[in-house]
């Protein structure tokens, strides 16, 4: 059974080998934003994946239209909220309030952070706002987000990035939307700037749209930064 605290509020999970801790030893410690905080079927197929030994640490993002994006920006469909850009806050909150009672259970070997969707924009986001994360999975990141691109293009990495894992599905550009229409290119865009720094860059397309298969997608980069 996964541990479970709470924060400040925010719903944190815990998931790891509780049978073979040794809790004199390093282990490399995945923080993975969560939509709803729930990710027992992720922890399933990393299991399944056979993933190297881990911690799982599973945050619930309260406000994921503020939390995950850089900047303030209008809704892309109707009728929904727009984009409140607090992820540098975010960013604070994992540094000032997680971290600091993770390392109460854990002794981190390195830090990694996934996410999917607007989680894996914020992600590579991250890659320029701290270096507390040495490598990094974004599944389906929503690099249509505007000024995104050009955001990368004009700002340094300040993380030591040692690896990066990216995936897409293969039917995501397949959109009447104007603006997820451009998501192949913009993520393409993205896999060749980290290449062009010589990062350890991994991109594969998965078949499928945005929401076929999250849990083998995550689980599978997971797997792949570990290793």
């Known amino acids: 059974m996964p541990k479970t605290l709470t924060i ?4 944190i999970t815990i998931y790891y ?8 030893k390093k282990y ?5 934003n969560s939509f709803n905080g729930n990710a ?3 922890w399933l197929e990393c299991l399944k994946q056979k993933c190297s030994e ?3 640490i599973v945050l619930e993002v309260l406000k994921w239209n503020e939390e995950m994006t850089p900047w303030k920006s209008d809704p892309i469909f109707k009728n ?5 850009g607090k992820a540098d806050d975010y960013i604070n909150v994992i540094i000032n309030d997680i971290i600091p009672e993770v390392e109460k259970l854990f002794k981190p070997e390195y830090y990694a952070l996934a996410g999917y969707s607007l989680a894996g924009l914020f992600t590579i986001y991250s890659m320029f706002k701290t270096n507390i994360f040495t490598r990094f999975f974004s599944g389906s990141g929503s690099f249509w987000y505007p000024e995104f691109l050009n955001f990368v293009e004009n700002n340094k990495i300040i993380a030591n990035v ?5 995936s897409l599905g293969n039917k995501e550009k397949k959109t009447s939307n104007k603006v997820l229409k ?8 993205m896999k060749d700037y980290l290449n062009n720094l010589n990062i350890n860059v991994k991109f594969e397309f998965y078949n499928g749209n945005h929401f076929n298969d999250v849990d083998l997608r995550v689980a599978t980069g997971i797997k792949w930064i570990l290793e």
Do not use: Q
Request: avoid cysteine; hydrophobic fraction near 30%.
């Open 28 to 32: 490399p410690i995945v923080i993975y």
């Open 40 to 42: 027992n079927g992720l």
């Open 182 to 189: 451009t998501i192949e290119t913009d993520t393409l865009k």
């Open 8 to 11: 400040n509020n925010r719903k």
């Open 54 to 56: 881990f911690i799982l």
């Open 17 to 24: 080998n509780e049978e073979n801790f040794d809790e004199n």
């Open 80 to 84: 929904v909220e727009g984009y409140g």
């Open 162 to 166: 040692d690896k990066v894992y990216m």
